[in-house]
Every structure is written in C-alpha cells, then in structure tokens.
C-alpha cells in the first residue's frame, strides 16, 4: 500500500503557533521532507520529536521529487515542511505534490501558519476576495509590468517584499496602481510584529523618516477603485481617547503613529498643540527602527 504525503504549516515566528496535529504527524512520519534541515532539526528540538530529515528546496526540487515519489509509491509516510508557513505557498512543494497526485497517492494538508492570510486578516482591508502574488520582480522594470497585469484584478492584493526594495516597491504601486489604501505587516508573530496601515503616500512617508526597516514584509494593497479614506478624528482627540482607557501617552502616540502610518514625533506635534500641553507629555518621542 502506498504512503501518505503529508503538507505540514509550521510556524512563521512564535513556535506556539505549530499545531499539536502537526506535531504529531511530524513524530509518526518515517521522513521529513523541509527546505532547511538545520531550521527544521532545531524546531523538533524545540518539541522534542526526533525524526529523519531530508532536504527538499528549489535547486533539487525536480530530481528530489522523483526519489520521494518512489519512497511513498513504496509505502513510506512522509511529511513536507518549509522553513516557516504553508509548503507550496512561495515555498517548494508543487512538482512533488503534482507527481503525488497524478499518482494517486493520498495527500493530506495539515494546516497551520500563513502569512499572507495573517497579514491580510489583520490589515484592515477587505478580505473577501483576495489575489497572492508572491515577490515581485526584482528589476523596475519587470516589477512595473507585473503590477500592470495585476491593475484591473477586482480583488485585495497580497504580496512578499524585501526590506531593501520596499520603498521602490511602494513607489512602483503608486505609479501602476495609483494612490491606493495599502497595510504593510512586518515580522508577524515575531518579537518586533508591526503594521503600518494607510495610503501609499503615507506609508512611504512614514518609512522615509525613520532608519531601513528590517525583517520579512508582507504588503497588503486594497483592490482598484476602492475610496482612500483619511481618518476624520483629530490625531489629538484619538491620543485622549486611548489615555482615558488607560494606555499611557507615549503608548498612545505609538499606536495612533502605527494606525495612521505617521511618525511619533508627527503624532506628538499634532496631539499637543492648541493650546495646553498634555500632562507629562516629556520631549518628543525618538524614531524606533
């Protein structure tokens, strides 16, 4: 009897994320199959499963995926992980899944992590009809044209970008696009998680006065023809409000700066302005990386 292919979701940051379905299959499997196996061994370790590991990533993905075929042909169980997130969602997984299925070997999903999902649940956009596209190209050029085809699609955008490219890539969407509502998730479920939400011009604003960000990014862009709103609550009247619930100023203007896609420093100008001077508002807040 042949084996099953499991596709097993593990965590993009926090490990608590990981299922206990996913650790267990993880624990049965004769093979694991991850694109990393020092990152995938250290994640084991972590839960203390031990497991026999295979590389499985892009440069041997075509010859990789005919050996385990024949493993599973042959009745092993084996399990495909990523380094972090969902196998086949910009990660390696789909010629072994094809062969898989034109075989008709059993294929069970094992869900768990994504961030493109996470990034679009929290973004503040809508999410009933979305397009992944992944990275895009790393030339202008090229980026330019693959933002053209994805113009017209009636649907939220979601897409990979690196932090170095970030700001091109944001200008590129604001010449193809047009000036669009836009939420960029950085780091999710990761120590320094962030989202800056607003219009392309806001975003690009707020990262030109502050250091190069780092970590993964993942950008979230609402579909064509979809009003861009700009808050009509005063940026002061907001800080209050969050102060009266009982957050301290400078949490305020934090959250009100990552909301609006502004600087603190801008938020603590507006927030202290006509007239009195909040109490203990201390000097200006410096930029965060």
Do not use: W
Not at 22 to 38: F, I, Q, S, Y
Not at 97 to 113: T, Y
Not at 176 to 190: D, F, N, P, Y
Not at 203 to 213: D, G, H, Q, V
């Amino acid at each position: 009897m042949a084996g099953v292919l499991y596709l097993v979701a593990t965590p993009i940051g926090n490990l608590e994320d990981i299922t206990l379905r996913a650790l267990r299959v993880l624990g049965e499997v004769d093979l694991v199959a991850c694109e990393d196996t020092r990152r995938t061994s250290q994640l084991l370790a972590h839960f203390g499963i031990r497991a026999r590991l295979i590389s499985y990533h892009e440069h041997n993905e075509a010859a990789r995926s005919r050996e385990l075929l024949e493993r599973l042909a042959a009745g092993a169980n084996i399990a495909l992980a990523s380094d972090a997130g969902t196998p086949l969602v910009s990660d390696p997984g789909f010629r072994l899944v094809e062969l898989a299925s034109k075989a008709g070997i059993r294929i069970v999903p094992v869900p768990g992590p994504s961030a493109p999902l996470a990034a679009l649940a929290a973004s503040g956009l809508a999410t009933d009809a979305f397009y992944f596209a992944g990275f895009l190209p790393a030339r202008r050029s090229q980026r330019r044209k693959a933002l053209e085809k994805l113009r017209d699609i009636p649907a939220t955008l979601i897409f990979f970008e690196a932090p170095h490219r970030i700001t091109e890539t944001l200008e590129d969407i604001e010449a193809v696009l047009g000036e669009r509502r836009v939420a960029l998730a950085r780091e999710i479920t990761k120590l320094h998680e962030e989202f800056l939400r607003g219009s392309v011009v806001e975003i690009r604003k707020s990262l030109a006065e502050r250091p190069p960000i780092k970590g993964e990014i993942t950008l979230i862009v609402a579909r064509g023809g979809e009003t861009v709103e700009v808050p009509q609550t005063p940026l002061r009247q907001e800080v209050e409000a969050l102060v009266e619930a009982g957050m301290s100023r400078m949490e305020a203007i934090k959250q009100v700066a990552r909301c609006r896609g502004l600087s603190k420093r801008e938020v603590y100008k507006e927030a202290t302005v006509k007239g009195t001077r909040p109490r203990k508002a201390g000097p200006p807040p410096a930029e965060a990386s």
